[in-house]
């Protein structure tokens, strides 16, 4: 059974909640509340992150879409996100800077497993029918 590239996606995105709810626990049993805290609000950026990615990702790759240049810069206010988020946290808790920049890699991890899942994902064939329109088979003079 082939599962198409969204629905990956949708996959990858769950898995991040118990991978996240897994590391707010270990920081918060061996490190502190305001680690897990820190943590909590790296994952949640995290989210966010990979929200718009895939937003900006199924944008980006619809055919015949003509404002792609804007999603270019759209794409660019996901390093913005980064960087409010973690500007954020530490100037609320400078001590705890590790745990919400492992937080903040669970995108990264996300996008990681997306790139390996789509290099080995078939792609579809085409349906039959009536080729498309090309300049060799114009009737334009």
């Not at 991890?109 to 300049?135: N, Q, T, Y």
Request: some cysteine.
């Amino acid at each position: 059974m082939m599962i198409g590239p969204e629905a990956q996606l949708r996959r990858i995105r769950w898995l991040m909640l118990p991978v996240g709810g897994a590391g707010i626990t270990a920081w918060a049993v061996f490190r502190s509340l305001p680690a897990a805290c820190a943590f909590g609000l790296g994952a949640l950026a995290s989210w966010a992150l990979w929200l718009l990615h895939v937003l900006l990702v199924k944008r980006m790759l619809t055919p015949g879409n003509p404002g792609r240049a804007g999603y270019v810069l759209l794409s660019t206010g996901k390093l913005a996100l980064i960087g409010l988020a973690l500007a954020g946290i530490m100037e609320r808790y400078p001590e705890e800077g590790i745990p919400f920049a492992t937080g903040l890699l669970l995108s990264v991890g996300a996008i990681l497993l997306e790139a390996v899942i789509l290099a080995f994902h078939k792609a579809e064939p085409a349906p039959p029918g009536p080729p498309e329109d090309s300049a060799e088979d114009s009737d334009r003079p």
